[in-house]
């Protein structure tokens, strides 16, 4: 086995060779793991500085959760960027764990990226590091932790280590009289029974049965729906909604009664084909960025289309200025939104792959005394994989086939793909980080290796990430 596939998602093993590469840290870094890798001065003031620690978090009156988060809120900072303009962050790790952040949906190097599967170094508690990158594609990104959970539901993305990237560059939402953030989460997870409805079943693939994640408890932003300030608006109003679903495994639909959300962009990408749509579907990762046209007064529920999930917290409150009363909910009349109605018919004369890769998602059930399920790509389950060859500058198209009754948000790190077929429905231009994948389904992405270095695609389920699937690609 390649020794860096050594690295586990709970263990990683440093030594001498995470010295110094790409700006990641300053020269004399990680000399001694148990110290401040890197002390700023007066002269040398980064761009921001994040410090992740514990706090109490109260939800709602009356309901406080413990966790870890940076700067001592929930969401993190909003950090702005320009495109093409070189970033430094500087991170203090003030929480008992090692942990490392994920710099989600950039162009960035491995060592920088902040996985430590590609290279990236782990914090140490107490420890200090800075990142330096340059940041493109412009969009709606955003930064997490990407260290592993397991078993442990306080840590990982289970956390509320999440936070807004915003990059600005050249494209443009248009005109909008508002900015809003609406970052969603849920809260105190817990041991549940898995669901059997809709799971693959074979003479390979049987039937399986183990544990999943449930939740007590779901937010946008810091608050409960109820809790904390509504969304305050005028008639006549254009809003900007930047969306993004910041829950460790949970996918979620979501409406606004009355109104509509034109999707603009997804993932930070524009789309070719800007839709208003009644309802959204966001799987775990994914950004969306939408304008929402206020001409409908009254007080409204923004929240999840599914009420258990609305009882749980997962909504908010959008007021018209003179407008008062308890907050109306109806059930939307249409389905959610998919990937087709915002791309482009597929090209005359879109170019070709220069090599096709299939990947196939398993579940083999719960492995060696373990609680949870193991997930394996192409029969391989993290660690133990084989690494994918890629060649830069050439056009690789991933045929996902998702051989399993649960949906699969995969992520590919430090590239853009394009999404150009799901199931029979051939497509263009449609630009993504993140691609949700339903029960048994197969899409199709194409990208371009561009970006040399060390390169994870895992599910961004952080249940089924920790246990077995990911896998990583390689540049020769």
């Known amino acids: 086995m390649h020794p860096e596939l050594l690295r586990t998602r709970r263990t990683f093993v440093r030594n001498g060779a995470l010295v110094a590469a790409s700006g990641v840290v300053a020269a004399s870094a990680w000399r001694n793991f148990g110290m401040a890798a890197f002390a700023s001065t007066a002269a040398d003031k980064p761009d921001y500085t994040l410090n992740i620690a514990p706090i109490n978090l109260e939800i709602a009156h009356g309901v406080t959760v413990k966790t870890v988060a940076y700067n001592g809120q929930v969401p993190g900072p909003i950090l702005r960027l320009h495109e093409g303009a070189q970033a430094t962050i500087d991170v203090t790790n003030s929480s008992p764990n090692e942990d490392i952040v994920h710099w989600h949906g950039l162009a960035i190097d491995s060592l920088n990226d902040g996985a430590m599967e590609e290279g990236s170094p782990m914090i140490p508690a107490g420890g200090h590091l800075r990142y330096t990158f340059t940041p493109r594609p412009s969009g709606t990104r955003w930064y997490h932790t990407h260290s592993g959970a397991g078993s442990d539901l306080t840590r990982g993305t289970y956390s509320g280590q999440f936070g807004f990237l915003i990059v600005d560059g050249k494209d443009n939402p248009g005109s909008f009289d508002q900015e809003i953030f609406l970052a969603i989460h849920h809260w105190e997870p817990g041991f549940v029974p898995m669901a059997e409805t809709m799971r693959a079943q074979s003479a390979n693939h049987p039937l399986t049965t183990g544990s999943d994640v449930g939740y007590k408890y779901a937010t946008i932003n810091q608050h409960m729906l109820g809790a904390g300030d509504p969304i305050r608006v005028k008639q006549g109003q254009r809003v900007l909604m930047h969306l993004l679903n910041a829950s460790a495994t949970e996918n979620v639909e979501l409406a606004l009664p009355n109104h509509t959300f034109k999707v603009i962009a997804m993932d930070g990408n524009p789309v070719p084909t800007p839709t ?98 193991t997930w394996t790509i192409n029969n391989q389950s993290w660690p133990k994989v084989d690494p994918i060859q890629l060649h830069k500058g050439k056009r690789y198209r991933l045929v996902l086939r998702n051989g399993s009754g649960d949906q699969h948000p995969v992520h590919l790190h430090r590239h853009t793909f394009e999404v150009t077929k799901i199931g029979q429905t051939q497509m263009s231009g449609l630009h993504k980080d993140v691609v949700n994948i339903m029960p048994l389904q197969t899409v199709n992405v194409d990208f371009t290796a561009d970006n040399p270095g060390d390169t994870l695609f895992h599910c961004h389920q952080q249940l089924h990430m920790d246990f077995g699937f990911m896998t990583i690609l390689k540049y020769v």
């Open 276 to 373: 208003a749509v009644a309802v959204l579907s966001l799987g775990v990762a994914e950004r969306i960025d939408a304008i929402v046209e206020m001409n409908s007064p009254g007080v409204w529920i923004l929240g999840s289309t599914l009420e258990p999930a609305r009882k749980l917290g997962l909504g908010i409150v959008v007021e018209y200025a003179g407008q008062t009363g308890a907050p109306a909910w109806t059930d939307p009349t249409t389905f959610a939104a998919n990937y087709v109605q915002f791309a482009a018919p597929p090209a005359a004369n879109a170019p070709a792959p220069d090599e096709t890769i299939t990947l196939t998602f398993h579940d083999v059930g719960a492995k060696n005394g373990s609680q949870f399920d």
